[in-house]
């Protein structure tokens, strides 16, 4: 973000949080009895957003599972990979999850889309892998 949009949004802070106060207030401040203090809180929860694997790593995974020659040689590719991981791998194949399912269904909506795709293909075409 822009510095100057950033400090702009301090000041819009600031300007709201001096409209609250009341005359008096504002008086005892011009004075000198009170001080304005700055704090900084935490308004909703902030989530680094740290990739576990690279995009190479991720393409080179999803070619691996394009090129598996059953849905069970593909279950062995993925089967350690972190949930973390499998999620950046759908989002990749923008493969629909929800954040709350479990690591399985993760997996098995990967495959599906990836292998399975591929063997109900052949399998409608009538050839093998």
């Known amino acids: 973000m822009e510095?100057?949009?950033?400090?702009?949004?301090?000041f819009n802070e600031l300007v709201s949080s001096?409209?609250?106060?009341?005359?008096?207030?504002?008086?005892?401040?011009?004075k000198g009895d009170f001080k304005i203090d700055?704090?900084?809180?935490?308004?909703?929860?902030?989530?680094?957003?740290?990739?576990?694997?690279?995009?190479?790593?991720?393409?080179?995974i999803v070619v691996q599972l394009e090129s598996c020659s059953s849905?069970?040689?593909?279950?062995?590719?993925i089967d350690k990979n972190p949930k973390r991981e499998l999620e950046e791998i759908a989002g990749y194949l923008d493969v629909a999850y929800?954040?709350?399912?479990?690591?399985?269904?993760?997996k098995n909506k990967i495959i599906?889309?990836?292998?399975?795709?591929?063997?109900r293909s052949n399998a409608i075409q009538g050839t093998q892998i």
């Open 3 to 10: 510095l100057s949009k950033v400090l702009s949004n301090i």
């Open 18 to 30: 001096t409209e609250k106060l009341s005359i008096e207030e504002l008086e005892s401040i011009a």
């Open 38 to 60: 700055l704090k900084i809180k935490v308004t909703k929860k902030v989530k680094m957003d740290i990739s576990s694997l690279s995009m190479d790593e991720i393409k080179t």
């Open 71 to 77: 849905r069970d040689d593909a279950l062995k590719l």
């Open 98 to 106: 929800l954040k709350s399912d479990k690591v399985d269904i993760i």
């Open 112 to 119: 599906e889309y990836t292998v399975g795709t591929i063997l």
